[in-house]
């Protein structure tokens, strides 16, 4: 797992326009709060996209920009923004690979079954690619506010 104070990990990833989002575009210019998150239009996926867009001017106030990232497709993405009206951007990791570097695609038990399964994470990451807030496993319910709050003390 990944800890406050280390370099983030440098990912490349198609977000729902299949154009490639990289970390390096704000390299200087904007904090990056990168969210994990299990499946596009669940309960508790859709309370946390919905709780983001709600506060995306704040966190542009901020010099900050909020990026989703699941591993459905750059479709289910265009989907999912178009229902709820949404105005962040979701990275589609297809391959796992930005979910594997971020340490969130995890074993768990769920009703005594074991699968793998993104654990709802968020990484606030500095303008200068520093991770300087991580939280794993993060429950939907007022998160998005919580991670605000951590954005303007920097």
């Not at 440098?10 to 977000?15: A, C, E, W, Y």
């Not at 596009?40 to 704040?58: M, R, S, V, Y």
Request: aromatic letters at 10%; one cysteine or more.
């Amino acid at each position: 797992m990944l800890e406050n104070q280390q370099k983030a990990p440098l990912f490349s990833s198609p977000n729902q326009l299949n154009e490639l989002v990289n970390l390096s575009d704000y390299a200087g210019k904007k904090n990056v709060v990168l969210y994990f998150y299990p499946k596009d239009d669940t309960p508790g996926c859709t309370i946390e996209a919905n709780d983001f867009t709600k506060l995306a001017e704040e966190f542009d106030k901020y010099d900050t920009v909020v990026i989703g990232v699941s591993k459905d497709s750059c479709q289910s993405h265009v989907e999912f923004i178009n229902k709820f009206g949404l105005k962040i951007d979701l990275l589609a990791d297809t391959s796992g690979e930005l979910c594997e570097s971020y340490g969130v695609w995890q074993e768990r038990d769920k009703n005594g079954v074991k699968s793998m399964a993104i654990l709802r994470s968020t990484f606030i990451i500095d303008k200068e690619g520093t991770l300087v807030d991580v939280a794993y496993g993060v429950t939907p319910d007022n998160h998005a506010q919580e991670v605000l709050e951590k954005v303007k003390s920097l």
